[in-house]
């Protein structure tokens, strides 16, 4: 099946700094997300993004399924910001949806 | 909208005890999931239904049954609780070409 790896698995930020989050796929997709779960567990979604690039107030997102790899990047980092980031991924053709193990971002004030 | 509800919030069992986790959504969503979290893990695939009337297997079916009753509902069962299914549950939902929403989650302890 498809496999999903994210890097760096943990990242320590100074508030105020930027970061880029990686999402590497092993094949073809027709839907990816990217969440960040909130230390109290909750999954919020930031992006459904299976291509191209999309932002969101500091927030922006980019998918280049051709090369099988998405990036999520934060900036002007703050202290909300931490958390889990975690990218999930369908292969084309079917309904299965699988998680990378996830990125552990701390964002220190 | 209520979205994605899961019920119950919290459960303790005793080993060999059985239980049913119910998943409900309001979207009319064909596809509906169930995955586990383990503490400092990612989350893992356990069974999905693409529509109503099917279901699959995913990444970690052993030790669980599910059920899809229609379209809005979808649950699991754990037949013979072990201490190695103390996780916590998360029920999903989308449609085709669209975001995945997920419950609130079930912290379940197997004693």
């Known amino acids: 099946g498809i496999q999903v790896e994210q890097s760096p698995p943990d990242l320590i930020l100074q508030e105020g700094a930027n970061s880029t989050l990686r999402c590497n796929f092993s094949?073809?997709?027709?839907?990816l997300q990217w969440f960040h779960q909130n230390p109290w567990g909750q999954l919020i979604n930031l992006f459904y993004i299976p291509s191209g690039t999309k932002q969101n107030g500091r927030l922006s997102a980019t998918t280049v399924a051709t090369e099988r790899y998405s990036l999520l990047y934060i900036s002007s980092s703050q202290t909300t910001d931490s958390g889990v980031y975690f990218c999930a991924v369908g292969n084309t053709g079917g309904f299965k949806t699988i998680f990378g193990a996830g990125t552990r971002l701390f964002v220190k004030a | 909208n209520a979205g994605v509800t899961q019920t119950p919030k919290f459960q303790v069992l005793k080993t060999g005890q059985s239980m049913t986790l119910q998943c409900a959504q309001d979207m009319n969503h064909n596809s509906m999931y169930w995955y586990r979290q383990d503490p400092g893990m990612g989350l893992r695939l356990i069974y999905y239904?693409?529509?109503?009337?099917?279901?699959d297997k995913g990444e970690v079916p052993n030790g669980y049954n599910v059920s899809r009753l229609n379209k809005r509902e979808f649950s699991l069962r754990l037949e013979s609780a072990a201490p190695s299914q103390t996780s916590v549950y998360f029920c999903?939902?989308?449609?085709?070409?669209?975001?995945?929403?997920f419950g609130p989650g079930t912290r379940l302890t197997v004693l």
């Open positions: 094949d073809s997709v027709n839907n």
């Open positions: 239904s693409a529509s109503e009337g099917t279901t």
């Open positions: 999903a939902s989308r449609s085709t070409g669209t975001t995945i929403f």
